[in-house]
């Protein structure tokens, strides 16, 4: 295989034909990364089906400037990633390959320009080969790139941005600074501030580290460059604020970037260490090139130095940070894969390079053996109906891809260093989408889409209720408001919920069940019992009182079974 990525990079410069190999090469990557298993498996909660909902309302309302989730105003993020996602749902259908197509596109490009770059700097022509392969093929990198969510656009964007500021500090051009400020305007409406304040910090700490300020400070405050920015980012800047005086605006930037630095948001919280530990996780199975990375960068030349600036800026800026989730790294680990190729001539031994990705395949391999005691002394209701519903599909197909994925990722022994390494990567893509994910998806995500589907086949009025599993929403085919729900009305609850809803009903209420599976539930409320006539004042004269008929009495207990 390294012969095969010498006469790819031998031919970049050529004719056509000549080029094929270098597009069949990095094809490969993007569909073993980023394009297997897009279509198959249904939409995760919970940030999958909140874009795509969104989106839909958006499309539906034809409001296309501030986006409603369920009806209620989503201030989570900018506009950009809601419209590519409605102009690839209105040219391909509502469905899953549609919602993740522009985080595909956008993965496949990021991976792209980083081929290009490297390419552009090394004679060694694995070098390119090399930081592509970690970019598709790592196991968080993948997993973005297949998100319905503005992620895999962000990186895109990002790595765009960075790679073209360092263009312009290597040669003094401004061109290249032009470009870079087109791709942080664009960064800012796909997901805010942090799509300038990553570059700008990796600039300016590269700068102070090569005792050159004052290159920072020409491009930092470029007039024009900022013009660009601008136009970017005011049209719809200024129309959104026009449309709701300001509401999305303030709310995005104070509840979902001050706040959500400061507080930890959605459970996601971690500690300072959270990034150390799980970096090795993120690039995984080219782990082992961590170590030469950061030695390269330490000892290496300006790029190398400016590729760490960029790395430790995003490293810090969100280990210190309340809400943590493992894909903020890769908004620095654009430099790691140019420097993971950049080391291409000196990789470490092949046990030591191939161990990572083994391990990683028989982990997913083991799971058939120690997935049924966890989900036997699982107590919490919901947790152990998704992990019932992921023991079920853990059967012999299971079995059957992830041993030969562990096979394949074995045999890549026999293969030279580099090409053994893009094998086992390949191995895990397929592990990961063919075995791990289906059998996550079955028990956490299966349930909630056809219970969406059952819904809309039934027509029924449907609310939320203690629920927030808004991929319901996208199967249903409409909004679901979240509230209690009206006799007649249907309500979506996770089962550990239930008892709270005919608590917050009262025992007159009346449930009766339309579907259940997995951790989920439909329950229709039925017309409310009649409540029981208040006792006649005592009268000293009076017969004494028949016996009260149990007519009355007999509907409350029909909740208790309901619930039951």
């Known amino acids: 295989m390294s012969a095969i990525f010498s006469t790819a990079e031998r031919g970049l410069g050529a004719s056509l034909p000549r080029r094929m190999p270098v597009f069949i090469g990095l094809l490969v990557f993007a569909l073993a990364g980023f394009w297997i298993g897009s279509s198959q498996q249904p939409l995760f909660d919970l940030d999958e089906g909140a874009f795509s909902e969104a989106t839909l309302e958006m499309l539906r309302s034809g409001n296309f400037l501030v986006t409603t989730l369920d ?82 656009i962000l990186n895109l964007l990002l790595a765009a941005a960075g790679l073209d500021l360092w263009r312009h500090f290597e040669s003094g051009r401004r061109a290249p600074l032009l470009r870079a400020a087109l791709w942080i305007g664009l960064g800012v409406l796909a997901k805010g501030p942090i799509a300038v304040i990553v570059p700008g910090l990796a ?77 090795p996780l993120i690039v995984a199975p080219f782990t082992s090139l961590l170590p030469g990375a950061f030695r390269r960068a330490l000892a290496g030349d300006a790029l190398d130095r400016y590729c760490l600036s960029w790395f430790a800026v995003v490293l810090a800026l969100f280990s210190f940070s309340s809400t943590q989730l493992p894909h903020y790294l890769l908004y620095g680990c654009t430099p790691l894969f140019v420097l993971f190729g950049r080391q291409a001539l000196r990789l470490p031994g092949k046990l030591a390079l191939l161990l990572p990705g083994w391990i990683v395949l028989a982990v997913i391999a083991s799971v058939p053996l120690w997935l049924p005691t966890v989900a036997a002394n699982t107590h919490h209701t919901w947790d152990a109906a998704v992990l019932a519903g992921a023991l079920d599909a853990v059967g012999p197909g299971y079995v059957a891809v992830s041993l030969a994925a562990l096979v394949l990722g074995f045999a890549a022994w026999a293969f030279a260093p580099l ?135 007999a509907p409350a207990a029909a909740p208790a079974r309901a619930a039951e």
């Open 419 to 553: 090409s053994g390494l893009v094998v086992v990567g390949i191995a895990m893509q397929l592990a990961v989408w063919f075995a791990l994910v289906p059998a996550i998806a079955n028990g956490q995500q299966q349930p909630t889409r056809q219970a969406g589907l059952h819904a809309r086949a039934a027509g029924a009025t449907v609310v939320s209720y203690a629920t927030k599993l808004p991929t319901f929403s996208v199967y249903r085919g409409a909004a679901t408001p979240a509230r209690l729900p009206a006799p007649g009305e249907w309500a979506f609850l996770r089962i550990d919920r239930l008892a709270d809803l005919q608590r917050d009903l009262g025992p007159q209420a009346r449930l009766a069940e339309e579907f259940r599976q997995g951790g989920v539930l439909l329950m229709r409320r039925e017309a409310d019992a009649p409540a029981a006539l208040p006792a006649a004042p005592a009268d000293a004269n009076a017969a004494p009182a028949p016996t009260a008929a149990p007519a009355l009495a």
């Open 71 to 152: 009806g209620a105003p989503r201030y989570d993020k900018p506009i950009l990633s809601y419209w590519l996602q409605g102009l690839s749902v209105s040219l391909f259908g509502v469905h899953e390959f549609a919602f993740r197509l522009p985080s595909m596109i956008a993965a496949t490009l990021w991976m792209w320009i980083t081929f290009g770059f490297v390419r552009e700097r090394e004679s060694y022509p694995e070098a390119p080969w090399l930081a592509a392969a970690s970019l598709a093929l790592g196991l968080i990198p993948a997993l973005i790139g297949h998100a319905a969510t503005a992620d895999a």
């Open 203 to 279: 600039g300016l700490v590269w700068a102070l580290w090569e005792r050159r300020p004052f290159v920072w400070l020409r491009a930092g405050f470029d007039w024009a460059a900022w013009l660009v920015v601008l136009a970017v980012v005011l049209p719809w800047g200024v129309a959104c604020w026009l449309a709701d005086d300001g509401d999305f605006i303030r709310h995005f930037l104070f509840d979902h970037n001050v706040n959500r630095y400061s507080r930890t948001m959605e459970g996601h919280g971690g500690h300072l260490w959270y990034y150390v530990v799980t970096l």
